[in-house]
């Protein structure tokens, strides 16, 4: 019973940050007409910015959040400025924006190994491979044990929605990012500033991955290609919820986690343990699915579109 309710606990605080980091996919895609391939490496830098203040500087994991997505906030914004930003004035196809951020997300892979490799040599922290699960703290619920980021991590993404419900509907940014999406040559009529609508759209978007990695860091291994492993799942999630909505994004993102999670589990139940090395599978094989099924995602199903 105990085993069970843990493993729920565990699947619902994945699927979150699943949804957290396929809403930061879709926000830039829609945005800037973008695939970011910089999620990656965003993704293992909000890890690895929480592993590492909560050694140097103490306190719960959960402190260090707000810096993890601030970190990869500005990163996303900084690869706006620089590399983005000057392709999209160059009207560039969008394969090659996608393939620019790979080259970005290939750089910050990079500085990442020789972050990590500081915090080895000088400090002596275990950085090629982490598990702070261990450092999560377990809640007594009348009968039951429920480790926090079973509330934390579903809390966030249900603040996520709530605040980005508000941000582009009841503020002027907001309604300019959602004119941007829908109609960019509106935007540029209606005498707003598409590349400070932009440049946000890649600075909540960097936030958002940051702070995905960083929840993910109470639930799976830290090493520097976590990101890398993991991108096909985010990018599932913003598929199966549809790249058009954010909302879409969230949903998609959290129902991939949750099948993807229990669904491992159920067959390792019933297969043996070594079904585990194929988790990856589920993910990709929902998505197929979806492409085939139902293109434009879960989005569609409450806009009358298919």
Known sequence: ??????????????????????????????ATRTFNFTHASLVAWGMYIVFALTHLVGYTPYHHLPFAALFCGLIGGATYLSVNRRLLKAKASPVTLMMSTLGVDLILFGFLNVFSDYLLRVYRLPAKYFIFETRDAILSLGPFLIRLVGIVAPAILVTVVVLLHFFLTKTKLGISMRAAIENPELLSL????PELTYALAWLIGGALAGLSGALLTMLVAGYTAAGMTMIAIFFAGAIVGGLYSIYGALLGGFLVGLGEYLGVSQIASLAGGWIYAYRPAIPLLVMAATLLIQPAGLAALWGGKR
């Open 1 to 30: 019973m105990f085993h069970l309710i843990d493993l729920l606990v565990k699947a619902i605080a994945y699927s979150s940050c699943i949804g957290i980091g396929a809403a930061s996919i879709t926000l830039i895609y829609n």
């Open 190 to 193: 209606s005498g707003a500033n």
